[in-house]
């Protein structure tokens, strides 16, 4: 019942930026929580950040200071600003959605893959 669909992925030098986007179709509401999680080859999946309704964020430890999480409730769109990349931060990028309230349900993005190398 939710689509998540996202695009700014690619190949970029440490130090570098990506944008990535993810806009969501279907019943979901500006106040269900969203984020964006990653997953390296052999790693296990990690939460990267997320938002609330009301704008609350939440970052890993490992990419507080350098990437931003927004929301734009009018395009129902999430963004993630990644700044000062390394290459650490290569993996594939996923956007997630939880609805509902007693009976919540999870919507991941198709991921989108991220490359950090010189």
């Known amino acids: 019942q939710v689509q998540l669909v996202e695009s700014g992925g690619g190949l970029v030098q440490p130090g570098g930026s990506l944008r990535l986007s993810c806009k969501a179709s279907?019943?979901?509401?500006?106040?269900?929580?969203m984020g964006w999680y990653r997953q390296a080859p052999g790693k296990e999946r990690e939460m990267v950040a997320d938002?609330?309704?009301?704008?609350?964020?939440n970052y890993a430890d490992s990419v507080k200071g350098r990437f931003t999480i927004s929301k734009d409730n009018i395009r129902n769109t999430v963004y993630l600003q990644m700044d000062s990349l390394m290459p650490e931060d290569t993996a594939v990028y996923y956007c997630?959605?939880?609805?509902?309230?007693?009976?919540?349900?999870?919507?991941w993005g198709q991921g989108t893959q991220v490359t950090i190398s010189s």
């Open positions: 279907g019943r979901i509401f500006p106040f269900d929580p």
């Open positions: 938002i609330t309704g009301s704008g609350t964020t």
């Open positions: 997630h959605a939880r609805t509902g309230v007693v009976n919540t349900r999870d919507y």
